[in-house]
């Protein structure tokens, strides 16, 4: 039946045409909150990239509130909990500013890496000179009086520019060959002290019996610490100069700085070397790569350098203070590695940032496969010698069962093992 809309009543007409704009008010509601939700999980999506592209996110967070804690972190003039000296390796120099950079995309600025430079052309990011507002890395460039082959006063002009320019809580001194976790750096300073003496890093022993941290693994000096050595250096005191502070020490010694710090330290301020391991006797601090510290194929003169260790940290009776491999050569709060070129840096950040971004935080498990894991590690490692580096070794054959085995175990422990508190804390 056709009806004419002009014989209804009038409230039938409004009823209709406000229907019609309801329904049309239904489906335009539908379709923001489709797009809403849309919007939302390409939000989360593009959240999670950022997050997984950016490693100081992993190593160093930002912190969850702003309390009076955080704001004094978030002030540039109050000193760093730490900062890292990274001083120029004797080996492969050619390939120090690849090394440079690779450290400044991945773990050099959670660390608050400082660059030590002879010439600005070493290293080809930018730098911020004397600015310490500006983000990490930054430089220090040495006076052009103290030559590459001048490590002593080389040393001696940075420790006074770090106490000048930062005075920071601690300091940890490696150099470009290093690799270093930064949040397990954090960690190891959680309950320290600045104002008490400290000299941390992988102990070792020469002939005479005197214990010294490997410069090549790195070694943490407190405030205190810092500031008596510059003291003591700048009085002349007897084991802390070497010809008056001159360039006139020996070849070897200025090779080795390190070794003017731990006589100092030692013979002059009473400061020993610590026993850094964990419980179980694993090192945090390895004077090798991953590969070679896993697989216990490290050099003689190295292990050497452990005999004696028991009269000087104290006995061990089962270990001898002698580094373990396989499963037991890293504790997982390993803090630093060495010999790591640039491409093995960027390989490693990547597959420890992989492990930890996929951990199921709710029961501790880690849903890649070794078959996984091992395949994306070939896949970035470098592969040829030039790149691996002359002491370094690559990774095992991929049928090598065992030594996937161990080196996939540890790689997981390590990675596992970097929480997210925040570095002040």
């Known amino acids: 039946m056709n009806v004419d809309v002009r014989t209804l009543p009038l409230r039938n007409v409004l009823s209709s045409k406000q229907q019609k704009q309801q329904n049309h008010y239904r489906t335009n509601v539908f379709k923001i909150s489709i797009l809403a939700i849309v919007a ?16 100081s996110v992993l190593v160093d967070p930002p912190p969850r509130k702003l309390d009076n804690t955080s704001l004094q972190h978030l002030d540039h003039h109050t000193p760093p909990r730490y900062v890292t000296v990274i001083l120029p390796s004797v080996v492969n120099p050619t390939g120090r500013r690849k090394r440079l950079e690779a450290i400044a995309k991945t773990w050099g600025p959670a660390a608050r890496a400082v660059y030590v430079l002879h010439s600005q052309d070493e290293y080809g990011g930018s730098s911020n000179g004397i600015d310490t507002d500006h983000p990490y890395p930054h430089t220090i460039l040495v006076p052009e009086s103290i030559t590459v082959a001048n490590g002593v006063p080389r040393l001696q002009y940075v420790l006074q520019a770090i106490l000048d320019r930062y005075d920071p809580e601690f300091t940890f001194f490696v150099n470009d060959h290093t690799y270093v976790l930064p949040q397990n750096a954090c960690q190891f300073l959680r309950d320290r002290s600045p104002n008490e003496h400290l000299y941390a890093g992988h ?30 250096w700048s009085a002349g005191v007897t084991h802390c100069s070497v010809g008056g ?15 003017v710090t731990a006589e100092c330290l030692g013979l002059a301020m009473g400061v020993e070397p610590l026993d850094t391991r964990d419980e179980g006797g694993r090192h945090l601090f390895h004077a090798f790569g991953l590969v070679r510290t896993v697989t216990g194929e490290v050099d003689q003169w190295y292990l050497n350098k452990h005999e004696g260790l028991d009269k000087i940290l104290g006995d061990d009776t089962l270990h001898h203070h002698q580094p373990m491999n396989f499963k037991e050569c890293c504790s997982s709060d390993t803090i630093s590695f060495h010999y790591v070129e640039s491409a093995e840096t960027l390989a490693l950040t990547s597959t420890l940032r992989k492990i930890a971004m996929t951990k199921d935080s709710s029961i501790s498990v880690n849903p890649l496969s070794d078959d996984y894991l091992k395949d994306y590690m070939i896949s970035l490692w470098p592969k040829e010698h030039k790149d691996v580096g002359g002491y370094a070794h690559r990774l095992p054959h991929k049928n090598a069962i065992d030594g996937w085995d161990n080196l996939l175990f540890v790689t997981r ?11 002040f804390a």
Not at 44 to 52: C, F, K, M, Q
Not at 246 to 253: E, G, P
């Open 413 to 423: 422990n390590i990675a596992l093992g970097v929480d997210d508190a925040p570095c």
């Open 203 to 232: 102990a070792l022993s020469n002939s005479n019996k005197f214990a010294f941290n490997s410069g090549a693994a790195g070694y943490f000096l407190s405030r205190k610490s810092l500031r008596g050595l510059v003291e003591h």
């Open 245 to 259: 502070g001159d360039d006139t020490a020996s070849k070897w010694l200025q090779g080795n700085p390190g070794l």
């Open 40 to 55: 939302f999980f390409v939000w989360e999506i593009l959240s999670l990239s950022d997050d997984t592209d950016d490693w």
